[in-house]
């Protein structure tokens, strides 16, 4: 500026000199000076021309430059006073938001320069004689030009430094503004609808966003073939989108020349990939609704835009050149989403009311808010898909039917927690145990995801190969909690366990079985919430229990309540997932809960559903099971006992006995079999085991021989050689019954045999 100034105080053109009347000849050709200026900088700077409206700012510059630095001289006006043309600062701010490089502006005034001095040179020598003249004046025009365009030129970087930081700010806050707006749930169309409407809100007209349906079932490479994707959320300014939408793909219309930027870069244009052009990209997407979201499926065709940037992951501007109609899209932005290596798919901007085509600031910015979604869509697609893995094999390993047996009527549920917390390990189960008892079990695995869920898995299992042994509910946990300590320490030894496997395993259970001959209920619980039950249509309390330590403490012992249940009553077994909500506290759930249990309800499944829809407002914090049991008795007519004495001689009056129940029964058929193995528990029990020794048969779906005495030791079934005069009586016990066992009680032990209506004496028992 010092230097200019300078020369301004110095420079100056005398009225009707050489100078001023070369200028005034100049200017009545100045069409054509124009024009030349106009050729030479489309040829040599052609980045200044690829924007229509800045082509358009630019011929006008050129035209005014011309004409007032003609006239300055002319008049013999101060060059530090010439007016300045007044689309000058417009071109410049057209420039900065293009993103056209500052060199190429200042290289277009020095060679605007140039070529008018040349015309002005040339036009010296006509109009003089005199060298020494002719030379002064070429002096005095360098000089005065160079005041000029550094005058211009300074205020045009000026403007064009302030445009650039303004859509520097203005960028930087769309960019803050996504971070926090998109990706807000690990939702994929929630996650990509964000995406869209920030766009339309801030620099697009309508936004689409497509998604490679082959990653949305969880595979992550694209295949061969044509790219197949689903529409997964779009968002127009006027809510339907262009009424042409399509035209920037297809470039149909007069004048549809189309070309191509990628972002490698300002200035790096492109010709369109092989196969683009009018008629090479399929049919666009048909537009209905606000802001909804299609979800269509549709393939992109080989030589697209979005294929051209699905196949290279770089991001593209294409744009008609022809005139534009009211509606028609005229620019669009293809920009591919990729995250951690992975393309997921492409989001398209277009403009078609805006006039205004998109320029590489907005490229830039496209490509920001692009690249912040794609992270969180992958998050989003990654979390689904181990919360679908989770969740797939959480319900694979509960029971999805509940088993036949007539202790209790059952009705259960099992709801995964929400999004935000993931599949955790909560499960339910009935197990039929011997003697027409059932098991009722409800455990919490600590932890969510899948390996909470495969834990789940492991503890239902080693809980139903306990159960199968007809362990006390004490016991059973005891064991249990030592299957959970083996847990942790096989996961704190893994080297390539995931962090949160290698943590501290922990879950809780509450066990219970139900007797139906006795209508006694046997509970022990670890660390869980306790039951609750209602006595027949009285009001529902929760059961007293020894709470008893979370399972993977170790050490510590459980304690086991017998509670009597009269027939009708319904027992409640859940995790605490039930009660623990957003919107109330434990206590609140509680008293709920047992509102519910006691009001009349037509099935258990609709106190299921009850307790649910009043508990939960909204997707639950934890995963939630419950399990709702209402009991049934076997009496008198069902059960048949009789105490034996420790003679051998008692047993043919057993067998007797067993017939002649058998056929009060209406069990005749199973007479002979029944017989046969009554007759061998006896004889094992007269002579291995210890008085008082008793005899019960249970008439329920199946038909129970049981056979109780003091003892604790366990019989073994062995094979017995040819000539040995015993050890045959378990292994004809086996072959007779559909099952049998031995299950211990703290004082002795009870053997007992199932018999179906397809028991019969099968040959080889007597070969």
Same mark, same amino acid.
């Given at each position: ?12 053109? =005398? ?61 013999? @006006? #101060? ?32 060679? !605007? ?42 205020? !045009? ?17 769309? %960019? ?34 497509? &998604? $490679?349906?082959? &990653? ?104 008609? #050149? ?39 600031? #907005?490229?830039?910015?496209?490509? /920001? ?68 008892? @059932? ?75 139900? #007797? ?12 869980? @919430?306790?039951?609750? %039950? ?38 409640? $077994? ?13 206590? %609140? ?26 508990? $939960? ?33 008692? @047993?043919?009056? =057993? ?11 209406? $069990? ?37 021989? /049981? ?46 045999? /199932? ?5 019969? %004496? ?6």
């Amino acid at each position: 500026m010092s230097r200019a100034r300078d020369r301004r105080t110095v420079v100056c053109v =005398a009225p009707g000199s050489l100078l001023s009347r070369a200028a005034r000849e100049l200017g009545l050709r100045a069409h054509e000076v124009i024009a030349d200026v106009d050729r030479r900088l489309r040829r040599e700077l052609p980045e200044l021309w690829e924007d229509p409206s800045v082509a358009r700012l630019a011929s006008e510059n050129i035209s005014e430059h011309v004409a007032a630095a003609l006239y300055g001289l002319e008049h013999a @006006v #101060d060059p530090g006073r010439i007016v300045q043309p007044p689309a000058d600062a417009d071109r410049a701010r057209q420039l900065a938001r293009h993103g056209t490089p500052l060199s190429s502006m200042l290289r277009a005034f020095r060679l !605007g320069e140039e070529i008018v001095i040349d015309w002005l040179l040339a036009e010296l020598p006509r109009l003089s004689d005199d060298p020494q003249e002719v030379s002064a004046a070429a002096r005095r025009l360098n000089a005065v030009s160079t005041v000029y365009v550094d005058r211009t030129s300074e205020r !045009g970087v000026a403007v064009f430094q302030e445009e650039r930081d303004r859509r520097l700010r203005w960028r930087t806050a769309i %960019v803050n503004e996504a971070g926090m707006r998109i990706g807000t749930t690990l939702d994929i169309v929630r996650t990509t609808q964000e995406l869209a409407d920030l766009a339309t809100e801030r620099f697009a007209d309508c936004v689409t966003v497509d &998604l $490679l349906d082959p &990653l949305l079932h969880g595979r992550d490479a694209m295949g061969e073939g044509p790219f197949v994707l689903r529409r997964v959320a779009l968002a127009a300014v006027d809510g339907t989108g262009p009424g042409a939408v399509g035209q920037a793909h297809t470039g149909s219309g007069p004048g549809a020349a189309q070309k191509l930027r990628t972002g490698s870069g300002p200035g790096a244009v492109e010709e369109p990939p092989a196969g683009t052009g009018p008629g090479a990209v399929g049919e666009p997407h048909t537009w209905s609704g606000s802001g909804a979201a299609q979800q269509d499926l549709h393939t992109c065709p080989d030589g697209s835009f979005p294929a051209f940037a699905l196949a290279t992951g770089r991001p593209a501007r294409h744009h008609s #050149d022809g005139p534009l109609d009211a509606g028609e899209v005229h620019s669009t932005l293809t920009v591919p989403l990729r995250a951690r290596g992975t393309t997921l798919g492409v989001a398209e901007f277009v403009r078609y009311r805006n006039p205004l085509r998109f320029d590489d600031e #907005d490229l830039l910015l496209a490509q /920001e808010i692009a690249a912040r979604a794609a992270v969180a869509v992958d998050n989003a697609r990654r979390y689904t898909h181990a919360r679908a893995t989770a969740l797939a094999l959480q319900r694979s390993l509960l029971p999805r039917h509940a088993p036949r047996q007539s202790a209790v009527e059952v009705a259960y549920r099992y709801l995964p927690a929400g999004p935000e917390a993931g599949v955790g390990g909560d499960w339910y189960d009935v197990i039929p145990l011997s003697g027409a008892r @059932v098991a009722l079990v409800v455990g919490d695995v600590v932890g969510h995801g899948i390996h909470a869920a495969a834990t789940m898995g492991r503890l239902r299992t080693a809980v139903r190969t306990l159960a199968d042994i007809d362990l006390p509910p004490d016991e059973l946990l005891t064991h249990l909690d030592d299957v959970v300590l083996r847990l942790s320490a096989e996961a704190a030894a893994d080297p390539d366990a995931e962090a949160d496997e290698a943590d501290y395993i922990g879950a809780t259970c509450l066990y219970a079985v139900y #007797d139906p001959v006795s209508r006694c209920c046997t509970l022990a619980r670890a660390g869980h @919430v306790p039951p609750a %039950v209602v006595i027949r249509d009285g009001e529902a309390d929760l059961l007293e229990l020894p709470p008893g330590p979370p399972l993977g403490l170790g050490g510590l012992p459980f304690e086991t309540v017998e509670v009597g249940l009269p027939e009708g009553s319904l027992v409640a $077994l859940y995790t605490d997932g039930l009660l623990e909500a957003r919107d109330h506290d434990v206590d %609140v759930g509680l008293t709920t809960l047992r509102e519910l249990l006691a009001q009349p309800a037509p099935s258990l499944d609709a106190v299921c559903d009850t307790v649910l829809d009043a508990l $939960l407002t909204g997707h639950p914090d934890d995963d939630i099971a419950l399990l709702l049991a209402r009991t049934h008795g076997l009496g008198a007519d069902r059960v048949a006992t009789w105490e034996l004495e420790a003679d051998p001689a008692v @047993v043919a009056r =057993a067998r007797s006995d067993v017939s002649r129940q058998l056929s009060d029964w209406g $069990l005749a058929d199973l007479d002979f079999t029944a017989e046969l193995v009554v007759s061998e528990l006896v004889t094992n029990a007269i002579r291995y085991g210890t008085a008082p020794i008793t005899l019960c048969l249970i008439h329920d779906r199946t038909l129970l021989c /049981e056979v109780s005495d003091a003892s604790s030791t366990t019989p073994h079934m062995r094979r017995a050689r040819g000539f040995d005069e015993g050890g045959r009586g378990l292994l004809l016990v086996a072959q007779l019954a559909d099952r049998w066992g031995t299950r211990h009680a703290r004082h002795g032990k009870t053997v007992w045999a /199932e018999l179906g209506e397809s028991a019969a %004496v099968p040959a080889a028992a007597f070969g």
